[in-house]
């Protein structure tokens, strides 16, 4: 009998000592982050991404603040939260004037259905090129990819000049 209490206190003490503090762990980690640069629509935008390691809180939100390139206030976003979600995309809003190698910052921030934080990221991103490789006007226009008439002109020529930035 005393055998089999000892066992019992052991396997309580052992399966104590194996918990976890969920107040100290992180919900999602950063997964990716990169600056999207859609030649077809003249558009770039920041995109992250996020891992889900622990349950998601039912009317959550994650909430992304993105330094603006041109100056200015920063760019914020609102993600909803659902508990089957294993992957958190926040995508900006356009943005201009990107340069090659500055570090922009980045602010993700989980909150619970409150509004209590739950976790808060904070990272730059990096360009690999300046934004001057994309045209100031989309390309093609609607959704049978038509020939925008302001860079293929009817006379043949072609005017791909990149949006201008103050430098």
Same mark, same amino acid.
Not at 52 to 78: C, K, N
Not at 96 to 107: A, I, L, N, R
């Given at each position: 009998? +005393?055998?089999?209490? !000892? !066992?019992?206190?052991?396997?309580?003490?052992?399966?104590?000592?194996?918990?976890? @503090?969920?107040?100290?762990? =992180?919900?999602?980690?950063?997964?990716?982050?990169?600056?999207?640069?859609?030649?077809?629509?003249? *558009?770039?935008?920041?995109?992250?991404?996020? *891992?889900?390691?622990?349950?998601?809180?039912?009317?959550?939100?994650?909430?992304?603040?993105?330094? =603006?390139? +041109?100056?200015?206030?920063?760019?914020?976003?609102?993600?909803?939260?659902?508990?089957?979600?294993?992957?958190?995309?926040?995508?900006?809003?356009?943005?201009?004037?990107?340069?090659?190698?500055?570090?922009?910052?980045?602010?993700?921030?989980?909150?619970?259905?409150?509004? @209590?934080?739950?976790?808060?990221?904070?990272?730059?991103?990096?360009?690999?090129? @300046?934004?001057?490789?994309?045209?100031?006007?989309?390309?093609?226009?609607?959704?049978?990819?038509?020939?925008?008439?302001?860079?293929? *002109?009817? @006379?043949?020529?072609? =005017?791909?000049?990149?949006?201008?930035?103050?430098?």
């Amino acid at each position: 009998m +005393r055998k089999r209490w !000892v !066992v019992a206190m052991m396997t309580l003490i052992a399966l104590a000592a194996c918990q976890r @503090d969920t107040a100290d762990q =992180d919900v999602v980690e950063l997964s990716g982050k990169i600056f999207v640069f859609n030649y077809r629509v003249a *558009r770039a935008t920041y995109l992250v991404t996020l *891992r889900r390691l622990a349950p998601l809180p039912e009317g959550g939100v994650a909430e992304a603040s993105f330094e =603006d390139p +041109r100056g200015g206030p920063s760019l914020t976003v609102e993600q909803k939260l659902f508990p089957a979600m294993e992957k958190i995309v926040l995508e900006s809003p356009a943005i201009h004037c990107v340069k090659k190698g500055k570090p922009y910052s980045v602010t993700i921030r989980l909150l619970d259905q409150k509004g @209590d934080e739950l976790q808060m990221i904070k990272t730059t991103i990096a360009s690999n090129v @300046d934004q001057v490789v994309l045209p100031a006007k989309p390309l093609s226009l609607g959704p049978a990819y038509d020939r925008n008439p302001e860079v293929f *002109r009817p @006379d043949g020529s072609t =005017d791909f000049s990149p949006e201008s930035c103050p430098e």
